[in-house]
């Protein structure tokens, strides 16, 4: 006798059904390229408000420089040693200059005349999208401001739009910047550099948060002090700065503008 | 007709040099492109889709990723066969064909096109 009777054989039957699909989509997913497979759905990729918190009272100039050095070798910014033409993505500018509306003439020694760390505000509500003819630069679905480079006809519509001064344009090929205050430039072979004639800016490095990794900017300042740079989805309450933002004091630049910036400074 | 033999010669001239391009390349093909494949392809055996369709279209999958990546933020491409690329040109495609000046612009410049991917795009260093 076969010994098998017939609900017995359906269980068998579905549960190798079962095994047999597992397996291939399981083989599908992973033996192709494990790697990138592995890094397609990651939990830091899913955000909805990318935002950042900045701790001024950990912060100091050899973390900020270490950050600004990670961000533009990371992402082939030059260096053309003609402040009428820098181009910056993340740069430092004084208590006074970050916070015009904050400052007075009796503002504290610890603050009058430091430095602090700016970057791209990846407002909520972003003045140079709104004037971009081209769409070439909007606000993504996760919070990101985003540059298209490739639409960019360089209007510097949205430089004159932005309150805060972080794009940056490209007089010339960034690619004939003086060799020898760029040295090795393009400084990273798997980045593109950008061309004459567009507008640059702070990303939240949308390259990297796509695989998982953090901001540079992040990584640099942390792994000297960590908590420097807080970096999260500000849509979750239980992400870190919106930790952060409950438990200090903090402030942002000209909030009153209605901008919404998404960078916050604990002072 | 005034000054007749001067115009004929003339015109005999100006048709001589009008025509000499085409006399002086009569029977000879121009060289047809032949795009190398560098090892690393070779071994490969497949491009992220079949050679013919890269062939024909790798212009408009091109685009595709780069409005994709850009624009939707989605930078993983899955293939037909199921694999899993990461879409760029800098750091995917040009990691097997790392001989763009054998590879690229063999046909490119036999067609007289100039994509403008390298003004900001690096291209991979060749041993020439």
Known sequence: MMGMDRRKFLKIAGLSAMMGLGGKAAFELLAPGELEASLKELPLTEGKKWGMVVDMTKMNEAIMDRCIEACHTLHNVPNLGNPKEEIKWIWKETYEHTFPGQHHEYVSEEYHGRNFLLLCNHCTNPPCCRVCPTKATWKRDDGVVMMDQHRCIGCRFCMAACPYGVRSFNWGDPRKAPAALNPGFPTNMDYPTRSKGVVEKCNFCAERIAKGQLPACVEAANSVKPHTLVFGDLDDPTSEPRKSLREHYTIRRKPELGSGPNVYYII | ?128
């Open chain 2, 1 to 128: 007709m005034y000054d007749g033999g001067k115009i004929i010669v003339g015109l005999i001239i100006g048709l001589g040099l009008l025509l000499f391009p085409f006399y002086y390349n009569a029977g000879k093909a121009a060289k047809a492109p032949d795009p190398q494949l560098t090892p690393k392809a070779k071994e490969a055996k497949v491009c992220v889709e079949e050679t013919e369709y890269m062939r024909r279209s790798h212009m408009s999958l091109l685009d595709t990723w780069r409005h994709e990546v850009v624009r939707d933020g989605k930078r993983y491409y899955t293939a037909s066969n199921g694999k899993v690329y990461y879409k760029s040109l800098q750091v995917t495609c040009m990691d097997c064909h790392s001989n763009k000046s054998k590879f690229c612009d063999q046909c490119h410049n036999y067609l007289d096109v100039d994509p403008y991917c390298w003004d900001c795009h690096i291209e991979p260093k060749e041993n020439k």
